[in-house]
């Protein structure tokens, strides 16, 4: 696939694209809009949001009885499993209940790549306990009520909308075991860039949790390529959306190359956070946004390996020298850097978790 392609040791910038504001500028020009993927994201009040799912179609008040009935029989399957104890498999109740978790109350609030990633568990978990073993060590109404549950679940994912699938099935089938190995490193590297950046939101930190967990729960190959591709393109419009905060491509430019420029190397995720503290009501949006992209290059460097998009971008940025070793002046009211480098924080989830 093009996508995976490495790049040539030739392949560097051209003489003319010499790296300016005006050559960064003409490439946020030529960046793509989001596209259809599991979260976008958009600038509300200083920071960056998840958008809402769309409407559903026509079918939609089909979905909601579907998603009504779903609701019901994991929450009445849990009920079962705990009044049970343990001494039936742990997989079930924890695969009844990651689902349970993303089916929200209105059709509208699903996350489709979710519930699907989700029902897709159960569906398998279903079918490795359909045998005579298992049939005859655990109880007939679980087996039955698991398998009503994962039918009711698919009826549901085949009432949302699935315009993203195409991409999502288009990368996982373009990642080798390797590929998606290493993409997910990249990925993660990317949550921990944001989780604590106060431009980005909660429910953006929470939905990178949330995909980054489903990435790394065991699965088959097939499905966890399937799942690492849903977590890359949710990153993808990410990124997109921190590079579009404002119309004016050459005010982003500007920041970009004046953050790399002087502390591409030495920028602090203090100023990341300082910066964003100033930034609410909206003046220095663009400068917050530039700045925590700046830190953010190296994942970003891996993930353009599957979204050639960025590749110019990120070569323009990367090819800036480093100027003065101190980060460049902070607008009064930002508090100063307290440390060169900070240790990378413990891993957390998000405050919330996105239906």
Partial sequence: MEWLKEKDDSDSIAPADVASPAALADALDKLPAQQPAPYLFDWRDGRLEILPPDALPEDGGIAQDYLDEARDKAQGLLDDLADRGHNLPPDIARKVGKLREVLSERTADLRPALVDSRTISLERLANALDNPQDKAELPSRILADLGDL??????????????????????????????????ILQLDMLREGVKDAEVVGPDTRAAFATLSEDSAEPAADDLKRWRVAMYALSARNFLTALLRVTKGSAAVAKELFRFAQDVRKELRPELVKGTAKMIIGGSLTVVAAACLFVTLLEPASGIAKVFPEFERIIRLLETVKPGKSEPPSAPPSAPPPLSPRTPRPAAEKGPTRPA
């Avoid at 679940?153 to 290493?182: E, F, G, I, K």
């Fill in 150 to 183: 994962a039918d009711t679940a698919r009826r549901l994912c085949h009432c949302l909308p699935t315009l993203w699938r195409r991409d999502v099935d288009r990368l996982a089938n373009s990642l080798s075991a390797d590929n998606a190995a290493t993409l």
